[in-house]
């Protein structure tokens, strides 16, 4: 069971990348999928979450608006689209599994966390 999170990179400030949360083991539109990011010196904090029963989404409000979760059950793979990319988004973003999301897209609980993918938003 694991999850690997990709498409990171550097952007400037205002523009977009889209991650990818690919899973081997087990199948995406089974569990919640959560993405979270940990910039240097910082703790880990919720960005966006996925429900497996209502495809429901939950944002942290630092990201709402910009950011939008998504899930392509063909591919196994769940998305985290990013707009309007600003500095302090700046972060090594994970993905993870659990049973259901949290509204307040806390980590408790989640597991099967993969290596993360470096997102670097400068000029």
């Known amino acids: 069971v694991q999850l690997q999170a990709s498409g990171g990179g550097l952007v400037q400030p205002g523009g977009s990348l889209r991650l990818s949360c690919a899973a081997s083991g087990f199948t995406v539109d089974d569990y919640a999928i959560g993405w979270f990011r940990q910039a240097p010196g910082k703790e880990r904090e919720g960005v966006s979450c996925i429900s497996s029963t209502d495809d429901g989404t939950y944002y942290a409000d630092s990201v709402k608006g910009r950011f939008t979760i998504s899930r392509n059950n063909a591919k196994n793979t769940v998305y985290l689209q990013m707009n309007r990319l600003k500095p302090e988004d700046t972060a090594v973003y994970y993905c993870?599994?659990?049973?259901?999301?949290?509204?307040?897209?806390?980590?408790?609980?989640?597991?099967?966390w993969g290596q993360g993918t470096l997102v670097t938003v400068s000029s």
């Open positions: 993870a599994a659990h049973l259901s999301c949290h509204r307040s897209v806390s980590s408790r609980g989640f597991g099967s």
